[in-house]
């Protein structure tokens, strides 16, 4: 895990998830998603018509999809239907504000969960209480930031916050050991933060003998 920089990583942050994911590499937080079919059978190409936009929290307008690419939809309930690894399309708040993962549960919090079938961002909230802001456009094109100023808040970790892992020219040794997760908003970026290219491999990296050269 060393290296110039830490890796961003494609997991949702949470503090603890070694209790339910033990695998050697496990993903907590996926977002599952299919290819777009139209009526014809064939696949949806995105056009320049189709592009959505995202604000970012710092006012960045970026398309969420780029023209020449497949069309990406929600999973829905015939795709998961008797699954074992995930029952919904978006599975970010797994185990979050549950009677298993909560350390506030009461009978009243479990009756307001389960009754009122929450959001993922309500059930998020009931877990991490995170700042809310509001970033967007009003109508004359202008950006509107409307920080959240509360005192209440108790949490800087929500549904878009990522984990960043391994060592970089700012960390210390500590930081090298593949086990130790931090976070970070997925919209920000540092000078310490980056990608690499890496893979998993069980045994030798050849299938090959290595063989003699004259």
Not at 150 to 173: A, Q
């Amino acid at each position: 895990m060393a290296g110039n920089v830490a890796e961003w990583v494609a997991d949702v942050y949470r503090p603890i998830v070694d209790d339910e994911f033990n695998d050697f590499n496990y993903y907590r937080g996926n977002v599952y998603t299919k290819n777009a079919i139209s009526e014809d059978g064939t696949v949806t190409i995105v056009t320049t018509d189709d592009i959505v936009y995202d604000t970012l929290p710092n006012g960045k307008v970026i398309a969420r999809d780029l023209p020449g690419e497949i069309a990406q939809v929600a999973v829905n309930e015939n795709e998961t239907y008797l699954r074992t690894n995930f029952d919904r399309s978006d599975n970010r708040n797994f185990r979050d504000g549950d009677k298993q993962s909560s350390r506030g549960y009461s009978e009243s919090f479990d009756d307001e969960v389960d009754g009122n079938n929450p959001t993922n961002a309500s059930l998020t909230r009931k877990m991490y209480n995170s700042p809310n802001h509001s970033v967007e456009y009003d109508s004359t094109g202008t950006l509107v930031r409307e920080w959240d100023k509360s005192n209440r808040r108790t949490s800087l970790i929500n549904d878009e916050t990522r984990v960043y892992k391994g060592g970089s020219w700012k960390d210390r040794e500590y930081w090298l050991d593949p086990a130790q997760r931090r976070y970070f908003p997925q919209s920000m970026a540092t000078d310490y933060i980056g990608f690499r290219c890496a893979m998993s491999r069980v045994g030798s990296k050849s299938q090959n003998k290595n063989k003699t050269k004259n």
